[in-house]
């Protein structure tokens, strides 16, 4: 797990040792993604130069250093990742008579593209990376990323110089930089949270889609190819549905599962698990003890709020797993001190406030291991979102209510203050009852006004239903992803794969990276191992919700190893209690950022509609934090960058 940086210099300015003088400056603005060791390489006839900063992980000599170049001369690469099967490749390119002098998957990697070519290998590939490969024959840079967009690419052109790397920090560094911010891009943001890819919020440069090879020749010879696509995965997975027992499937789901979580053990440093009680993280930590000799590291993050805190229930299941368990509970004052630090290490807007445990819980992991594996994915292949299940059952019941009546049920639910919806709720049983009731309320308002299936996904994945309002002169960027024509006719699925697409690889995956490298951890994921993918868009939908329950298969396979009266519980999610904070410790921040002079600085955003929802906000008439979020965290990133 590393970080790696470069640029090329098509007016060829720049001597060899100014090269590498730029580029090491660019890679140490990255060296907590690699604090182990870092290279540089140029070759100033082509005006390349690429830089790496190293988390050693497999082969910790310097036969794993990088820059690294292949043995047929051909190929100099920096990569972040880990292919876990390089193994198998070795031992196959072994038997052509290939000879290693290391044992990195790097070294393997670059073999490869000698014998197989790039697209071949990366076929072969099973793991994440991220990598910037020179070919010195053909005077071309190929930038790939994996299949599922673990780990990420970002890049682009500015003043006749080609920028590529882990990290928007790091072109910043170099002298050409100069770029400006993409309006259209953050309008987007303010609805997602996140910047969609394929863009950033810097006009010009792009994130890198996952499964796909760019082949840069020159500024005017760009090629992107994909090797794999999950919407094709998809398709094929709903047009020929797999037709299997119950107790097949979720033996040959356990075989996947396993093979998936053994390659992700392969480390020569030490390695444990994020473990936060859930039927996702629980069910890697119980593969990795049932194939472990000695007790699994497993940490959790506890709140002394109780609808925050999954920490007692995590304890339970390492308890029962037998796992060397550790757990920290976090105050108040402890988490909103990583506040501040966020826009270093999310280095274009982000604002998934489970950043901040995620964050957390890695800095807990990183003070006993190096290699943590991690649960995400359980809730986009197997249908284990609320919205999946909850949502389209209120979509259902909302297209029986006359069409006449929706805009006044929306009206008479926005008009009514958010303590009256908390006040309610608390005639629920606890067991039962909704975390931040209100802000239900609040998109079930939105979805009221909704006429089609993809216009009610939208307004449940946005913060602002109309984003634009906050840009002046944004407009959001139209996104391939609404004209999508998937396979079959189940719209929870149609959800499933839209979320695929988009929500994992920009938020879900985007937080882990950047939270478990800002402490110089790597994170694993088993369950988006490709196999996994491919195997659970292969499954009848009733496999994954069934008895209006979600994971079926996945509960399934985990009470095979926990008892189910331990896992069923209502689903908690891992967030921070924003909304109080904001109202409360965290006011006099917030209030600096939003203030109309603070807004007005930042040169493009409009204040009226922000401070009109902060104001709401702070006098409990309603609860804005999803809103507001992504405005604090914005304007706390422009004013680090600026």
Same mark, same amino acid.
């Given at each position: 797990?590393?970080?790696?940086?470069?640029? #090329?210099?098509?007016?060829?300015?720049?001597?060899?040792?100014?090269?590498?003088?730029?580029?090491?400056?660019?890679?140490?603005? +990255?060296?907590?993604?690699?604090?182990?060791?870092?290279?540089?390489?140029?070759?100033?006839?082509?005006?390349?130069? /690429?830089?790496?900063?190293?988390?050693?992980?497999?082969?910790?000599?310097?036969?794993?250093?990088?820059?690294?170049?292949?043995?047929?001369?051909?190929?100099?690469?920096?990569?972040?990742?880990?292919?876990?099967?390089?193994?198998?490749?070795?031992?196959?390119?072994?038997?052509?008579?290939?000879?290693?002098?290391?044992?990195?998957?790097?070294?393997?990697?670059?073999?490869?593209?000698?014998?197989?070519? $790039?697209?071949?290998?990366?076929?072969?590939?099973?793991?994440?990376?991220?990598?910037?490969?020179?070919?010195?024959?053909?005077?071309?840079?190929?930038?790939?990323?994996?299949?599922?967009?673990?780990? @990420?690419?970002?890049?682009?052109?500015?003043?006749?110089?080609?920028?590529?790397?882990?990290?928007?920090?790091?072109?910043?560094?170099?002298?050409?930089?100069?770029?400006?911010?993409?309006?259209?891009?953050?309008?987007?943001?303010?609805?997602?949270?996140?910047?969609?890819?394929?863009?950033?919020?810097?006009?010009?440069?792009?994130?890198?889609?996952?499964?796909?090879?760019?082949?840069?020749?020159?500024?005017?010879?760009?090629?992107?190819?994909?090797?794999?696509?999950?919407?094709?995965?998809?398709?094929?997975?709903?047009?020929? *549905?797999?037709?299997? &027992?119950?107790?097949?499937?979720?033996?040959?789901?356990?075989?996947?599962?396993?093979?998936?979580?053994?390659?992700?053990?392969?480390?020569?440093?030490?390695?444990?698990?994020?473990?936060?009680?859930?039927?996702?993280?629980?069910?890697?930590?119980?593969?990795?003890?049932?194939?472990?000799?000695? *007790?699994?590291?497993?940490?959790?993050?506890?709140?002394?709020?109780?609808?925050?805190?999954?920490?007692?229930?995590?304890?339970?299941?390492?308890?029962?797993?037998?796992?060397?368990?550790?757990? /920290?509970? $976090?105050?108040?004052?402890?988490?909103?001190?990583?506040?501040?630090?966020?826009?270093?290490?999310?280095?274009?807007?982000?604002?998934?406030?489970?950043?901040?445990?995620?964050?957390?819980?890695?800095?807990?992991?990183?003070?006993?291991?190096?290699?943590?594996? &991690?649960?995400?994915?359980?809730?986009?292949?197997?249908?284990?979102?609320?919205?999946?299940?909850?949502?389209?059952?209120?979509? !259902?019941?909302?297209?029986?209510?006359?069409?006449?009546?929706?805009?006044?049920?929306?009206?008479?639910?926005?008009?009514?203050?958010?303590?009256?919806?908390?006040?309610?709720?608390?005639?629920?049983?606890?067991?039962?009852? *909704?975390?931040? +009731?209100?802000?239900?309320?609040?998109?079930?308002?939105?979805?009221?006004?909704?006429?089609?299936?993809?216009?009610?996904?939208?307004?449940?994945?946005?913060?602002?239903?109309?984003?634009?309002?906050?840009?002046?002169?944004?407009?959001?960027?139209?996104?391939?992803?609404?004209?999508?024509?998937?396979?079959?006719?189940?719209?929870?699925?149609?959800?499933?794969?839209?979320?695929?697409?988009?929500?994992?690889?920009?938020?879900? /995956?985007?937080?882990?990276?950047?939270?478990?490298?800002?402490?110089?951890?790597?994170?694993?994921?088993?369950?988006?191992?490709?196999? $996994?993918?491919?195997?659970?868009?292969?499954? *009848?939908?009733?496999?994954?919700?069934?008895?209006?329950?979600?994971?079926?298969?996945?509960?399934?396979?985990?009470?095979?190893?926990?008892?189910?009266?331990?896992?069923? !519980?209502?689903?908690?999610?891992?967030?921070?209690?924003?909304?109080?904070?904001?109202?409360?410790?965290?006011?006099?921040?917030?209030?600096?950022?939003?203030?109309?002079?603070?807004?007005?600085?930042?040169?493009?955003?409009?204040?009226?509609?922000?401070?009109?929802?902060? #104001?709401?906000?702070?006098?409990?008439?309603?609860?804005?934090?999803?809103?507001?979020? @992504?405005?604090?965290?914005?304007?706390?990133?422009? !004013?680090?960058?600026?």
């Amino acid at each position: 797990m590393c970080g790696f940086t470069g640029f #090329i210099d098509f007016k060829r300015e720049y001597k060899a040792s100014q090269l590498d003088k730029i580029t090491q400056k660019m890679a140490a603005e +990255i060296d907590y993604r690699g604090p182990d060791d870092w290279g540089v390489w140029s070759d100033e006839s082509c005006g390349i130069s /690429l830089g790496h900063r190293r988390l050693s992980i497999q082969d910790l000599s310097p036969l794993g250093h990088q820059p690294m170049q292949s043995v047929s001369g051909r190929y100099w690469m920096v990569y972040n990742g880990e292919v876990y099967n390089a193994p198998d490749i070795r031992q196959e390119l072994e038997g052509k008579g290939y000879q290693f002098k290391g044992s990195s998957d790097t070294e393997v990697m670059l073999t490869a593209f000698d014998v197989w070519g $790039v697209k071949k290998s990366v076929q072969k590939f099973i793991g994440m990376w991220g990598f910037a490969l020179w070919d010195r024959q053909d005077k071309a840079l190929i930038l790939c990323r994996d299949r599922l967009g673990i780990k @990420p690419v970002y890049w682009g052109i500015n003043k006749h110089t080609l920028f590529f790397g882990s990290s928007l920090k790091s072109f910043r560094s170099h002298p050409q930089w100069a770029t400006e911010l993409d309006k259209d891009a953050l309008s987007s943001y303010f609805r997602f949270s996140y910047v969609p890819a394929p863009y950033s919020i810097y006009q010009g440069v792009k994130k890198q889609k996952p499964g796909t090879i760019i082949t840069i020749k020159s500024q005017c010879n760009i090629q992107e190819e994909e090797y794999w696509s999950m919407q094709d995965v998809y398709d094929k997975g709903q047009a020929a *549905p797999l037709e299997i &027992s119950d107790k097949d499937a979720i033996d040959q789901l356990e075989v996947i599962l396993k093979d998936a979580v053994d390659k992700r053990m392969l480390a020569d440093v030490p390695l444990g698990a994020f473990l936060s009680g859930g039927y996702d993280s629980s069910l890697v930590v119980a593969l990795m003890q049932s194939q472990s000799q000695n *007790p699994v590291k497993t940490f959790s993050i506890g709140f002394n709020e109780a609808d925050y805190n999954e920490a007692q229930h995590a304890k339970k299941v390492a308890a029962h797993l037998k796992t060397d368990h550790h757990e /920290l509970y $976090v105050s108040p004052e402890q988490a909103q001190s990583v506040i501040p630090d966020l826009p270093k290490y999310y280095d274009e807007p982000f604002a998934d406030s489970s950043q901040i445990p995620t964050y957390l819980v890695s800095k807990l992991a990183r003070q006993h291991v190096t290699v943590s594996l &991690s649960g995400d994915g359980g809730d986009e292949f197997f249908a284990g979102y609320n919205r999946y299940s909850l949502g389209m059952d209120v979509w !259902r019941k909302l297209r029986k209510i006359p069409g006449f009546m929706h805009n006044p049920l929306s009206l008479a639910f926005d008009k009514m203050p958010s303590t009256v919806w908390e006040s309610l709720a608390q005639l629920i049983p606890a067991s039962k009852r *909704p975390k931040n +009731i209100s802000s239900k309320i609040q998109k079930l308002s939105e979805v009221l006004k909704m006429d089609s299936g993809i216009d009610f996904y939208k307004s449940l994945v946005s913060q602002w239903i109309h984003p634009d309002v906050l840009v002046q002169g944004g407009h959001e960027k139209d996104l391939d992803i609404w004209n999508l024509k998937p396979q079959g006719s189940n719209f929870t699925s149609h959800m499933q794969l839209l979320d695929s697409l988009t929500y994992l690889p920009d938020d879900i /995956l985007t937080k882990v990276d950047r939270a478990s490298m800002a402490v110089s951890l790597e994170a694993r994921v088993p369950l988006l191992d490709h196999r $996994v993918a491919e195997y659970a868009w292969q499954l *009848p939908h009733n496999m994954k919700v069934r008895d209006g329950k979600s994971k079926w298969i996945l509960r399934e396979l985990l009470y095979r190893y926990i008892p189910k009266e331990m896992m069923d !519980r209502p689903k908690m999610g891992f967030g921070v209690p924003i909304d109080s904070w904001l109202r409360g410790d965290l006011r006099d921040w917030a209030e600096d950022l939003l203030s109309e002079k603070s807004l007005n600085k930042t040169g493009v955003l409009n204040p009226d509609p922000i401070r009109e929802k902060w #104001i709401q906000h702070t006098k409990h008439h309603k609860n804005w934090h999803y809103s507001l979020w @992504p405005v604090l965290m914005f304007v706390a990133w422009h !004013r680090y960058y600026k």
